[in-house]
């Protein structure tokens, strides 16, 4: 069974402060997902990445990035110079994977969330 | 290009009830999944449609049931409301050109029950 551990459930920084999430997952496929979305108070899970099992490049996006070390099966977050607009709840995913014929796109196991509280 | 919309936004019912959640996908979306959120166990998968048909289901009771509309609109019913109901349920579509792998969300539906 496909497993997303989240192990910070919360975490208090100040503003500016670089900050990472860590997420690490489990599975037996060997191509999988990953992914991570924001929600913020409002409730919306706000898409952030997209991951796939045999792209092992960081990727940056502004003041995010993020690092895939499958050999660890990690996929970790990290806000530099944090705001306090980052205040939300941060969640990692894993999909699950193409059966044979390939038919299921939509199952999601989400990690346990990460809030992040971002101080003025 | 309007997003995933969920109604209603807000449903207090009583134990026993029942409810039906609607979830309108974002335009050329054509697969549909559902998850409950609670504060205990977090955000589960409930089941996903595509093309009107079931794709794959949840660890959930039988009350728990969708359909998904030609239009790929799709809705959710729970029936005997429980008080272990209450929760968020979101509804996430997916189809569009970051591919199936790409699911977007609604703003949810939360849901009391008494």
């Known amino acids: 069974a496909q497993k997303v551990t989240q192990a910070q459930t919360e975490i208090s920084v100040v503003e500016k402060e670089d900050v990472t999430l860590d997420c690490v997952y489990e599975?037996?496929?060997?191509?999988?997902?990953l992914f991570w979305y924001k929600q913020p108070p409002s409730g919306e899970l706000v898409f952030l990445i997209r991951?796939?099992?045999?792209?092992?490049q960081n990727e940056i996006s502004g003041r995010y990035s993020w690092n895939f070390q499958k050999s660890t099966s990690s996929f970790n977050f990290t806000i530099t110079a944090s705001q306090v607009v980052d205040s939300a709840v941060y969640f990692c995913?894993?999909?699950?994977?193409?059966?044979?014929?390939?038919?299921?796109?939509?199952?999601?196991?989400f990690g346990q969330g990460t809030i992040l509280t971002v101080h003025p | 290009k309007a997003g995933v919309t969920q109604t209603p936004r807000y449903l207090i019912k009583t134990r026993g009830q029942q409810v039906t959640l609607s979830c309108s996908p974002i335009s050329g979306h054509r697969s549909v999944s559902w998850y409950q959120q609670t504060p205990g166990q977090g955000l589960q998968f409930l089941f996903e449609?595509?093309?009107?048909?079931?794709?794959n289901k949840g660890n959930f009771p039988g009350r728990f049931s969708g359909r998904q509309f030609s239009n790929s609109r799709s809705e959710m019913n729970v029936s005997t409301l429980e008080l272990g109901d209450s929760a968020l349920y979101l509804c996430a579509s997916s189809g569009g050109t970051g591919g199936y792998y790409e699911q977007y969300f609604g703003p949810g539906t939360r849901l009391t029950v008494t």
């Open positions: 599975t037996r496929d060997t191509t999988y997902y």
């Open positions: 449609y595509f093309s009107e048909t079931q794709r």
């Open positions: 991951r796939n099992s045999f792209d092992e």
């Open positions: 995913a894993l999909s699950e994977t193409w059966n044979a014929g390939g038919t299921s796109y939509g199952k999601l196991t």
